[in-house]
């Protein structure tokens, strides 16, 4: 049904699980797409109570795809306004979602992990933004999620610093739900989320209603800027080169240009 990811819904728990472990479960367009899609159908089927959502394989998701960066206008406001949308999909879901975070959230996917209502993480999880490593000024709502989620002060060494958040510092936080041992990632998740299933589905459809129109009210307004910003750092010499020396597997060597 889907290219980009695997779905099942056993006993009112959906699973959305981002499928493609060769690249870390990096996003495509194609990717983003469908992980809108999959929680707009999440949020109308009356089977589905609770939702979570990880990634096959190692990690979670290592956010765009860094090869194709390397193609011209692959970076831009259009592709910037989608992975905004992809990453608030979980906040517009009427249902509880749940983020298991096997390894890292980096980049857009780290958004989508911010974006949802619960994160279980390890003690080797790690969320990390790694825009700015990449030359670029950040999409998928990221900057919006961690100011929420933290306060400005927070939001501004995470985006700046880029430096990954592993699992008892995210707990300490506040950005983990709870920290477990790898070995019980899965068995942690679907506790919570049988937990969440036990509860009134309309209360707490009402209280995601309230969470996106009050505290994301504004978030049109914000990814109209973000999604700029984003396709103007993609146009800079810069981007090309941290690209460059990525795909080169060396140190950039920024320039301001």
């Not at 609770?50 to 990690?59: N, P, R």
């Not at 905004?84 to 009427?94: E, I, Q």
């Not at 589905?201 to 209280?207: E, M, N």
């Not at 969470?211 to 049109?220: A, K, L, P, R, T």
């Amino acid at each position: 049904m889907y290219e980009t990811l695997l779905y099942d819904v056993k006993d009112g728990i959906a699973t959305i699980m981002f499928n493609r472990p060769e690249v870390g479960n990096a996003f495509s367009i194609k990717a983003f797409w469908e992980t809108i899609e999959i929680f707009e159908h999440c949020g109308r089927d009356e089977n589905v109570r609770v939702v979570v959502v990880t990634g096959k394989g190692k990690h979670f998701c290592a956010g765009g795809d860094v090869k194709a960066m390397a193609t011209k206008g692959y970076i831009s406001y259009e592709n910037a306004k989608v992975t905004a949308a992809m990453s608030v999909a979980p906040k517009k879901c009427r249902k509880p979602v749940i983020a298991m975070v096997n390894g890292m959230a980096a980049g857009a996917g780290c958004g989508l992990a911010l974006g949802c209502d619960f994160r279980i993480m390890t003690e080797k999880s790690a969320l990390l933004t790694a825009f700015i490593n990449i030359g670029l000024s950040g999409d998928s709502g990221c900057f919006y999620h961690l100011y929420n989620l933290l306060g400005l002060a927070k939001a501004i060494e995470f985006m700046m610093l880029s430096e990954p958040v592993r699992g008892e510092e995210a707990w300490r936080l506040g950005l983990a739900t709870q920290v477990v041992a790898e070995e019980r990632l899965s068995e942690a998740t679907l506790a919570l989320a049988e937990t969440l299933k036990a509860k009134p589905p309309i209360a707490l459809s009402k209280q995601k209603q309230l969470i996106y129109d009050e505290f994301y009210g504004d978030y049109q307004a914000y990814i109209e800027k973000e999604a700029r910003f984003f396709g103007e750092t993609g146009e800079t010499a810069d981007h090309m080169e941290a690209v460059t020396a990525f795909l080169e597997k060396r140190v950039p060597l920024f320039k301001g240009r």
